[in-house]
């Protein structure tokens, strides 16, 4: 069974912080965002697909996203075996948000019947990394 955690801390800061952006946030897989956008029904972006090997935007149409006011924010896992150039240009022109500013010790749990999709490719066993990128 998949099961994964939202960390509340996180979510109550990008909530927060949120200055009228489409999405919460965007990471490389959808694994990572179904259960906030379960929780919460707002939007999350993944970048990757469903498990981080379906690229679905280049770096110029991300930077039209920014630039529009789409996301700003960007969780990264530290297994990031998806779209290496998206991943180099957030963390390049992205400020990394201290997990002091939302580190939560409490969290809700989601859970699936789908199998097999907890610990993949940018899977909740990894350490994130939160950055903020704007235009």
Do not use: C, R
Not at 9 to 36: D, K, M, R
């Amino acid at each position: 069974m998949f099961t994964s955690k939202v960390d509340t801390g996180l979510l109550s800061y990008l909530q927060e912080n949120n200055t009228g952006e489409e999405y919460l946030f965007a990471t490389l897989t959808t694994v990572i965002a179904a259960p906030y956008i379960i929780h919460t029904d707002e939007s999350v972006m993944a970048l990757d697909g469903f498990n981080g090997t379906d690229p679905i935007l280049t770096v110029s149409e991300l930077k039209k996203f920014i630039k529009e006011g789409k996301v700003k924010y960007f969780l990264l896992s530290s297994d990031n075996s998806g779209n290496s150039e998206l991943v180099s240009w957030i963390k390049k022109n992205g400020t990394v948000i201290s997990s002091d500013d939302y580190s939560s010790s409490s969290s809700s749990t989601s859970s699936s019947i789908q199998q097999g999709m907890i610990g993949g490719p940018g899977g909740s066993h990894n350490q994130q990394t939160l950055y903020e990128v704007t235009s």
